[in-house]
């Protein structure tokens, strides 16, 4: 009983950590059917902006306060240039943004490289989330997950509220459902495209954020998340946001399962079969918006 | 598939605009002007290069010429029909192991066990999915069967169900991480992160040998110039334009009564067989296959190859495939930082602002429109794909 609830939570922040990042990339990804191979070092972008902090404000439960908004801003604005500079120019070619943006990534990773050196960085840990929460029955959560977990949760809702009830979630919506439609009632899509891209990469940065409880951070850590959170986005369905939600949590588990039972590297390739048998059934997606067009 | 058209003189080197047809035949000299293509690529190959280069550079050619093996399935798969794969590592390390394991067990003698076996000493004896690779009747043909198998598994599962686009490119993508992690993971029977190294012998031939390391080399020039040949047959054949037709216009395909998912399924299989002769030749010319020669990192590196030379032509992809790699070479030797950002700066100037790559500014010279692929996106009924300036005529 101890260790599958163990299990089950570690599966259940996993899928948080997963979630935090496929939240941005399904957003970008929904609306302007971009790849973008960068938003791992968008992630980086945002533990990095948390290392920085804390060799200045020395406390560490501050400068982890302090990080969760300037990480957004910094993660969100390198977004905006990337945008502005790149894949504006691609919205017809998806595919070759996904090159494009993974040559940014290269070039990011060099320079995270050159300013804060190859060797991984760790940030310090705020007393309070160092330790563990006792359950009766003798089970325990280590504190940080639950962080994360409650970070992940927060930036679903937040997420959801802005799109439903928001002037400006009501257009992202509208672009993502009919662009043109969209572009004819009078919505400037190209300015609602930076705003979500600004959202979606903020995402991204307090991933970063949240990373740095887990583990050092260095150059390639968003590389090896970046896959994961795609293939959240991609058996989630696009357009919607619970589906990615849902798919996370479950990917997540599974990976936790099937770590368990068998090792690391055989749990990957069942998660991987497992995704490819769940596209024979739903090749769009767990979710998916209802259009008339072919694809 | 065995009909072959002839192509107009010019699509010999270069590709007419996409999901144009080529225009009828004038003649027979397109297949003279691809004969004396043939013979002058051998002639640089098979008598140039031995005679200037160096042993150590000839290796390192060799080295190339199987990425661009590599890169010849790429220009397939991709350039002219549309699927971005991401993880040619998977089907070139497929074919690098199955060599290696060949090579290993034939330096380990009769009844022997790879030496990397004994050292992490948990085995008492050879486990049972190694035994058939000690027979080259097995080991050869599973180097080219084996990648073309898993693509053809993953391949019919995925384009019946129609996952295209981006979808596709992430699936080929997470296949090459897990086929990495599961490498590493199974270290006892794999070598884990070294991979299978310090390969000695090759079919009786010393390797540490220059001479026969010359013949390698030679081998692999061969089997890359018998690749180009079958790739442009494939290319002007009836079946490559139904690809370029299922690459620009998937349902228009569907709806004129072709199955788009066999056609797009010949072409990644092709491509993954490429790809795996490519991992098979790699092995005796390097004499090591590892995770990090096949995982996501190399499998896109070896998709920005095909980019720079022109992902639709049948020569740009061998080109841009040994440009870069020889680039990557040059620089990474003095400035290793450096290459990084070049490197990365070579996906976004060539993606971004010249996506028929270096081919169309040679096409550009000859007053032709440059053939880039198209996604689905810009797809529209009038036929004409959104942005796209109206077609130049063929001059």
Same mark, same amino acid.
């Given at each position: 009983m101890t260790v599958l609830f163990g299990q089950l939570f570690t599966g259940i922040s996993i899928g948080a950590v997963l979630l935090l990042i496929a939240l941005g990339l399904a957003l970008t990804f929904g609306q302007m059917n971009v790849i973008n191979m960068a938003h791992g070092e968008f992630i980086m972008a945002g533990a990095y902006t948390t290392y920085v902090l804390q060799q200045s404000i020395t406390s560490a439960g501050l400068s982890l306060v302090v990080a969760l908004p300037v990480a957004f801003v910094v993660a969100g604005t390198m977004g905006v240039l990337l945008e502005i500079l790149l894949i504006r120019r691609l919205y017809a070619r998806p595919l070759d943004t996904l090159l494009v943006t993974w040559g940014v990534s290269l070039m990011l990773q060099q320079l995270a490289r050159d300013v804060f050196g190859s060797p991984n960085v760790q940030t310090r840990a705020p007393d309070l989330l160092t330790g563990n929460v006792a359950l009766p029955g003798g089970l325990t959560i280590a504190n940080n997950r639950l962080f994360i977990l409650a970070l992940a949760l927060a930036a679903v809702a937040a997420l959801t509220l802005a799109l439903r009830l928001t002037p400006l979630g009501r257009r992202i919506r509208a672009v993502v459902q009919n662009r043109d439609l969209a572009a004819v009632s009078g919505i400037p899509t190209a300015r609602i495209d930076r705003t979500t891209f600004f959202l979606g990469s903020g995402l991204a940065g307090l991933a970063g954020v949240a990373l740095t409880l887990l583990g050092p951070i260095g150059p390639t850590m968003g590389t090896n998340l970046i896959i994961d959170a795609f293939l959240v986005v991609v058996v989630g369905g696009i357009g919607q946001l619970k589906g990615s939600v849902i798919v996370a949590f479950a990917l997540g588990v599974l990976q936790a399962t099937g770590e368990y039972l068998t090792t690391l590297s055989v749990a990957k390739v069942i998660v991987f079969v497992a995704i490819v048998a769940f596209l024979q059934w739903r090749p769009q997606g767990l979710f998916t918006l209802r259009t008339r067009s072919l694809a | 598939m065995t009909a072959v058209t002839p192509a107009p003189p010019d699509t010999a080197v270069r590709q007419a605009p996409a999901g144009?047809? %080529?225009?009828?035949?004038?003649?027979?000299?397109?297949?003279?002007?691809?004969?004396?293509?043939? !013979?002058?690529?051998?002639?640089?190959?098979?008598?140039?290069?031995?005679?200037?280069?160096?042993?150590?550079?000839?290796?390192?050619?060799?080295?190339?010429?199987?990425?661009?093996?590599?890169?010849?399935?790429?220009?397939?798969?991709?350039? $002219?029909?549309?699927?971005?794969?991401?993880?040619?590592?998977?089907?070139?390390?497929?074919?690098?192991?199955?060599?290696?394991?060949?090579?290993?067990?034939?330096?380990?003698?009769?009844?022997?066990?790879?030496?990397?076996?004994?050292?992490?000493?948990?085995?008492?004896?050879?486990?049972?999915?190694?035994? %058939?690779?000690?027979?080259?009747?097995?080991?050869?043909?599973?180097?080219?069967?084996?990648?073309?198998?898993?693509?053809?598994?993953?391949?019919?599962?995925?384009?019946? $169900?129609?996952?295209?686009?981006?979808?596709?490119?992430?699936?080929?993508?997470?296949?090459?991480? !897990?086929?990495?992690?599961?490498l590493i993971g199974q270290q006892g029977t794999t070598g884990g992160t070294n991979g299978l190294t310090d390969i000695q012998g090759f079919f009786g031939y010393d390797l540490d040998d220059p001479v026969n390391q010359r013949m390698v080399y030679f081998i692999i020039a061969a089997v890359l110039l018998a690749l180009l040949a079958l790739a442009r047959q494939l290319i002007h054949s009836r079946y490559g334009e139904l690809l370029v037709a299922v690459r620009d216009g998937e349902e228009r395909v569907r709806f004129l009564g072709y199955d788009p998912a066999s056609v797009k399924l010949v072409a990644y299989v092709v491509a993954a067989g490429m790809a795996g002769l490519a991992g098979a030749l790699f092995v005796p010319a390097v004499g090591i296959i590892s995770p990090a020669l096949i995982g996501i990192v190399p499998s896109i590196e070896f998709v920005i190859g095909v980019a720079v030379g022109g992902r639709a032509t049948l020569l740009g992809p061998v080109l841009g495939a040994v440009a870069v790699a020889w680039a990557r070479t040059a620089l990474s030797e003095r400035f290793p930082g450096t290459w990084t950002y070049l490197q990365g700066l070579l996906f976004v100037v060539v993606v971004a602002f010249l996506p028929g790559g270096l081919a169309s500014l040679w096409a550009l010279t000859r007053h032709r429109a440059p053939g880039p692929a198209s996604d689905r996106r810009g797809w529209s009924p009038l036929g004409r794909r959104r942005g796209d300036r109206a077609e130049v005529p063929a001059a």
């Open positions: - | 144009a047809v %080529p225009p009828n035949p004038p003649g027979g000299r397109s297949r003279l002007r691809a004969a004396a293509g043939f !013979a002058f690529g051998a002639a640089l190959l098979f008598a140039v290069a031995p005679l200037v280069l160096s042993d150590f550079r000839l290796a390192l050619l060799a080295k190339y010429l199987c990425v661009a093996m590599v890169a010849v399935g790429i220009g397939i798969a991709w350039g $002219r029909g549309g699927m971005l794969t991401l993880g040619q590592g998977v089907f070139f390390g497929l074919g690098g192991y199955a060599m290696a394991m060949h090579l290993k067990l034939a330096d380990a003698g009769p009844g022997g066990m790879p030496d990397f076996m004994q050292l992490y000493g948990q085995l008492d004896e050879l486990p049972l999915w190694w035994r %058939p690779f000690a027979s080259p009747w097995f080991a050869l043909p599973a180097t080219v069967l084996l990648p073309m198998a898993v693509a053809f598994g993953l391949g019919s599962l995925v384009f019946r $169900r129609r996952v295209r686009g981006a979808y596709f490119a992430i699936l080929s993508q997470a296949l090459a991480a !897990a086929m990495v992690i599961l």
